[in-house]
């Protein structure tokens, strides 16, 4: 079922109007990791409430627990859920966002104020502003898709549920526990889902993504004399922890990628031909990871295996040694304690416990090897599991639809390299097939200075939203 003509003229026919609903948003600084902007995080939440009882819904705010900022303990920003429709013929559609952002200072290197929506004085269309992109702009897609049909008397082709949250970029503390007491009150009777948190791997191409790399973050301890020694009395006299820790994170990952503990490389999952062929279809040149990092330092000039290698294959990252001299200058410290911080991107199979296992056992092994007399201890500090959906479903079919239908273009199939932890929340929880639906262009700039959206990804995401809830309406679930 193709679009209503008239929605898709009244979004056109309003984009000023857009523009300025999210100028107010992006003004409202709802940063949620800092003590002092506790009350505009409220405030955002609170917004949203005005904006959807106006156009309709049905509205609840949901304080879900404390939690401490700073020292003090505060409350944390309530979850806003609303729902427009209960037609038991029609299919029911849940929809995620998030209305904190990170923080942003001018001095931080930003060409306009943060928290002051600003068009591209150049003209190309691009509207500058923290939470732009991630998640104002999208979360105000389906406000935008709600006003249309309002205000043309228009019946939505699905019921739709909303929940949005005040705490993603913080932890989305507590959202799990939120998600499972309403499992079966306000999430029941959910058919699929959709996200709009991501973007599409380059700044041509819309996607629809069904997979996201998991995380397991390490640290590996290593303890020796009981205060930092120097190094013209004590050198060559001691085991230093330092260098047992080089020695170890020497073993980890080669300088090509390829991770060196056992076990983790055989638990992948095998490649199937249609997985294969999804990533050979992907648009995407090797100019494009050039030009995000700034060089040529790719480890391969095949695009299939760079693009396997960012989103399906494992990957292990060095981060940096806690307790070690890393000050400007000259410093002939033997440090006494040493952390070294590492992490895995998980895939499908690779599960957090099973390579923690393999991690904790290699490390250990390599570590008595060295004959050192110092103590070693490698942990998991935190993880989370890889998440994949099925690309075949029908949410999917029909957000492939609405995109050929809005952007004239065949989506590309993706997977994120990060990780989006609700995402796998809301699936597990709810047994329910995830759709991420991206808005934003690959370099809006997400969590960086200069954060972005295109006016043209604005107006567009918005139609795109509310075509894929037309074709949704209308394709089997077979």
Partial sequence: MAANPQFLKYVDDHQDDYIKRLSDAVAIASVSGNLSYVKDVEAMGEYLVQQLTALGATVEKRGIGKHTLEGKEVDLPPVIIGQVGNDPKKKTLLVYGHYDVQPALKEDGWLYPPFELT?????????????????????????????????????????????FEGMEENGSVNLDKFIESEKDKFFSGVDCMCISDNYWLDTKTPCLTYGLRGINYYEIKINGPDRDLHSGVFGGTVHEPMTDLIALMSKLVTP??????????????????????????????????????????????????????????????????????????????????????????????LTVAGVTEHVVKYVKEEFAKLGSKNTCDVYLTHGGEPWIADPNHYSYRAAHKATEAVYGQTPDYTREGGSIPVTLDFANILNLNVLLLPVGRGDDGAHSTNEKIDTSNYINGTKLLGSYMYELAAISKD
């Avoid at 940096?320 to 033997?334: H, L, R, Y």
């Fill in 119 to 163: 068009p591209d004085p150049k003209g190309s269309g691009k509207l500058y502003g923290r939470g732009a992109t991630d998640d104002k702009g999208p979360v105000l897609g389906w406000i935008n898709v709600l006003e249309a049909h309002k205000n043309l008397g228009i019946e939505l082709p699905v019921n739709l549920k909303m929940c």
């Fill in 256 to 349: 090509t990628g390829e991770i060196l503990i056992p076990g983790v490389k055989e638990m992948i999952a095998p490649l199937t031909d249609d997985e294969k062929a999804k990533f050979e279809a992907i648009h995407f040149s090797m100019s494009d990871i050039h030009g995000a990092v700034g060089g040529d330092v790719t480890i391969s000039n095949d695009t299939v295996k760079t693009l396997m290698g960012r989103m399906r294959n494992p990957s292990l990252s060095l981060h940096g040694i806690e307790g070690a001299f890393s000050a400007p200058g000259s410093k002939t410290v033997i440090p006494c304690q040493v952390k070294g911080k590492f992490s895995i991107r998980l895939v499908p199979n």
